[in-house]
């Protein structure tokens, strides 16, 4: 069973940082790359940033620059470091396994970004 847990969310005041967490099993952390998503109300999934089984990071045009995508091996974790947050990054933050013919999703983490 494909097991992805996203927390780290919550309700931060512009200009905030927050860091998520997307926590998977060993197989699917040593199998595939995850990659950051967000969607907002209303608006489509957003793809963030991917991380390969490497390590090998890279970010869509919104997020470079912003966010910095990072794995941890010994804690099957990868992480999302999102500084000086606005309140345009108010959406779900989900994270997901990238597979060949589907992806696999965790849940979400809400983030918040409101005075």
């Known amino acids: 069973q494909v097991q992805l847990v996203e927390s780290g969310g919550g309700l931060v005041q512009p200009g905030g940082s927050l860091r998520l967490s997307c926590a998977a099993s060993q197989t699917i952390f040593r199998t595939y790359a995850i990659g950051w998503y967000r969607q907002a109300p209303g608006k489509q999934r957003e793809l963030l940033a991917t991380i390969t089984t490497g390590g090998s990071a890279n970010y869509a045009n919104s997020a470079k620059g912003r966010f910095t995508i990072s794995r941890d091996n010994a804690k099957n974790t990868v992480y999302l470091q999102m500084p000086s947050l606005k309140p345009e990054d108010t959406a779900v933050y989900l994270c997901?396994?990238?597979?060949?013919?589907?992806?696999?999703w965790g849940q979400g983490t809400q983030v918040t970004v409101s005075s």
């Open positions: 997901s396994a990238i597979g060949s013919i589907r992806n696999y």
